[in-house]
């Protein structure tokens, strides 16, 4: 836990109080504060609040509370982060006796004081009817476990003693809020409030009791619990299982997790894993018990859209029988999607919501021995699914240790909490994008036409691993791109000529994403010599990258699309070459031309596995991305002297020999791979020349 500092607290004023005031500068040091600590906030989750005056253009003072804006997190949160309020207006509406989220949230748009393109907190009511300045909220852990067990509200008392009012779950909004604020008129004294099944407020006139006594409360938890508990329930003995195992089986997890969609081009949506197998997580649920303590319903509510009511729990794995594991993995899950379809028909019957269902199969599966499986329709989604998977299960974990019973929220209200307007919004805004979910892995990421591939995929939803010799270029592209892109870029160094390397390149993808959806055969290099003077070694060189490198990334790739069993995508990147080859360029034409028909053959091998292969026949692209393409540098003088031209001289003689009189760029053939793999049309087995229009191109 972060200490207040008044050092540190002085740079926040120097930075923020001359722009937002002292009041808004001191809110966001402790927010970040609160924020940084994982025990009390996670992804968002909690908000803060200040009471201050708002100065509008006019120099009108108005009284206002700035409250932490929807989605945004305290750890990082800067002044514009808070939403302005009219206080007087918030005030009038505890008068009623009635509001819904949705007239609720319209009634807090109405009274911010700036027009944010974002929500205040759905606790922002609460906020405003505390009567003191500061008011800090978060879900911690240490509160959660003492709240969820069976005589929670005994435990909480018993650990917090008299300092604390407890309230029982309320789901958040107007009415929660109105909760707090009647039972604080009645005890004006008290240092706190504790939420059953949600957490922690705590507030004061002064920003440091107000931050010290959530730390204080929260760390008086933590004793109790540390106290209570023997710790002696999960000290199994347990063997972690190999990489090799989990790199197996991740791609059937991930196959069977993923969404069946009713458009046969887009049939399903494909979910991105992340595994938890860190030796705590194997101890918790390894146990013959684990399973009956830690799988049923969530901590609390805002956790119900990433992890789902429950988990999925394989008892008996049979990790040494791949065949029935895999059946074992389709069984659990089929099992899961129908309860949670009962589940879902039954919250409509009794609602009248009629929100269409989420995808019904799990957000997690547990195998014991192997991990946990945590999955999300993005990577972000799927790191918070894992991040509040954790948290859950030690949550429980403790409860089992303190030698009580853990009691979540009530079955019969998961469904209203999970399927909320609200929350329905907060996932609308995830994302849309056509390629979402999708992994996508590319050889020769670090030349011209690679990079500019990863680029697009990226800027389409993609997860992007990008391969190639390790070295200074493929460093570059990953500085450049995980800068604009973060965590969904991997740059993972990879020699197509070697098994090995390829084999191992596509372990380590399984291992960390869970599998891959979509494969960019790019790599290859060129050779410029006449027939007669071409020694053997170097023909076979330009063969071992263009033809051998592009058949074992095939190779390895094609067996994950198929252990996940949800189709795919291949693009191989061809080259106009192959219609229409040149002189000199017998090493690369030839070469290219067999991978080309690899290419065409994969097309026909994998049409029954709903995989499509096409590909891309692009002419001279000389640079994309800030790169020059390698194979430029490569032919490029050899064709400037043969043509007696220079670099410019080239680029306009390539340019001019199309139809269209256009420069091909690297870009061009990034859009040509988008086109395929967002599948726009139903083609498989084709070539898309990319070449601005070459009559000599064509077939013939
Ligand atoms: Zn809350």
């Not at 974990?397 to 009691?407: E, H, K, L």
């Not at 380590?508 to 020694?535: M, Q, T």
Request: hydrophobic content about 40%.
């Amino acid at each position: 836990m972060k200490r207040w500092s008044n050092r540190e607290l002085k740079k926040y004023i120097d930075r923020y109080a001359h722009e937002f005031g002292e009041a808004l500068a001191i809110r966001v040091y402790t927010s970040q504060l609160l924020g940084q600590d994982p025990d009390l906030v996670l992804h968002g989750g909690g908000n803060t609040s200040v009471k201050a005056s708002f100065v509008t253009l006019m120099g009108e003072s108005i009284p206002a509370v700035f409250v932490k804006g929807s989605g945004w997190d305290m750890a990082t949160t800067g002044p514009d982060g808070f939403v302005p309020l009219d206080l007087n207006a918030l005030e009038k509406l505890r008068k009623l006796d009635q509001l819904e989220d949705t007239a609720m949230f319209d009634q807090l748009r109405l009274a911010m004081l700036h027009p944010f393109p974002f929500n205040p907190s759905i606790e922002a009511l609460a906020h405003a009817w505390i009567g003191k300045a500061y008011v800090d909220h978060t879900h911690a852990n240490a509160i959660l476990t003492l709240t969820n067990q069976e005589n929670g509200e005994d435990i909480v008392k018993e650990a917090l003693g008299d300092d604390v009012i407890i309230r029982p779950y309320i789901h958040p909004g107007f009415y929660l809020s109105k909760d707090l604020a009647d039972a604080l008129d009645t005890s004006p004294n008290i240092r706190g409030i504790v939420l059953m099944h949600h957490g922690l407020f705590t507030f004061d006139d002064d920003p440091r009791v107000s931050y010290e006594t959530h730390l204080e409360l929260v760390a008086r938890a933590r004793q109790y619990i540390d106290k209570k508990a023997s710790r002696s329930f999960f000290t199994v003995e347990f063997e972690k299982a190999p990489d090799s195992a989990i790199t197996r089986v991740a791609p059937i997890v991930r196959g069977a997790l993923a969404e069946r969609a009713k458009d046969p081009n887009r049939p399903f949506r494909p979910v991105i894993l992340q595994i938890l197998r860190d030796e705590e997580t194997l101890r918790m649920i390894g146990h013959p018990d684990s399973r009956r303590i830690l799988e049923g319903s969530v901590l609390t509510a805002d956790f119900l859209i990433r992890t789902k009511p429950w988990m999925a729990w394989i008892e008996s794995p049979e990790l040494n029988d791949m065949e029935t594991l895999s059946r074992q993995i389709e069984e659990t899950v089929l099992d899961f999607a129908e309860r949670y379809r009962i589940y879902y028909d039954q919250g409509v019957q009794r609602t009248g919501r009629d929100f269409p269902m989420f995808n019904p199969r799990p957000r997690i599966l547990v195998i014991p021995g192997l991990g946990v499986f945590c999955s999300g329709t993005t990577l972000k989604e799927a790191t918070i699914t894992a991040d509040l998977s954790r948290v859950t299960l030690k949550v429980k974990r403790d409860i089992v240790a303190m030698g009580a019973t853990y009691r979540g929220i009530d079955e019969d209200k998961l469904f209203e909490m999970e399927y909320w307007g609200p929350q329905l919004a907060k996932l609308a805004k995830i994302t849309n994008a056509l390629l979402a979910g999708r992994i996508a892995v590319i050889t020769g990421a670090a030349g011209a036409i690679g990079s500019a591939i990863c680029k697009r995929l990226l800027e389409e939803g993609c997860v992007v691993v990008g391969t190639d010799l390790a070295g200074e270029r493929l460093s570059a592209l990953e500085a450049d791109l995980t800068g604009r892109f973060g965590e969904n870029f991997w740059a993972l160094p990879m020699d197509v000529t070697d098994e090995t390397s390829v084999r191992k390149a596509f372990e380590a993808i399984n291992l960390r994403y869970g599998g891959v959806d979509i494969l960019i055969s790019n790599a290859g290099i060129a050779f410029v010599k006449p027939l007669d003077e071409l020694e053997i070694e170097d023909f076979q060189r330009v063969q071992r990258v263009n033809v051998e490198g592009a058949l074992l990334f095939l190779k390895w790739g094609i067996k994950v699309l198929k252990a996940q069993g949800t189709g795919g995508d291949v693009v191989h990147i061809s080259t106009k070459n192959v219609p229409s080859p040149g002189a000199s360029f017998g090493a690369y034409s030839a070469t290219k031309a067999a991978a080309h028909q690899l290419a065409r053959v994969a097309s026909l091998e994998l049409a029954p596995f709903g995989i499509r292969v096409n590909n891309l026949a692009p002419d001279a692209v000389f640079k994309g991305e800030g790169r020059k393409s390698g194979l430029w540098e490569v032919c490029g003088p050899e064709r400037m002297k043969a043509r007696g031209l220079d670099e410019q001289g080239l680029e306009e003689y390539y340019k001019n020999r199309n139809l269209l009189k256009i420069q091909v760029r690297a870009d061009h053939v990034a859009n040509g791979v988008v086109f395929f793999v967002t599948r726009q049309t139903p083609t498989t087995g084709a070539t898309l020349p990319i070449d601005g229009g070459l009559p000599d191109a064509t077939p013939r």
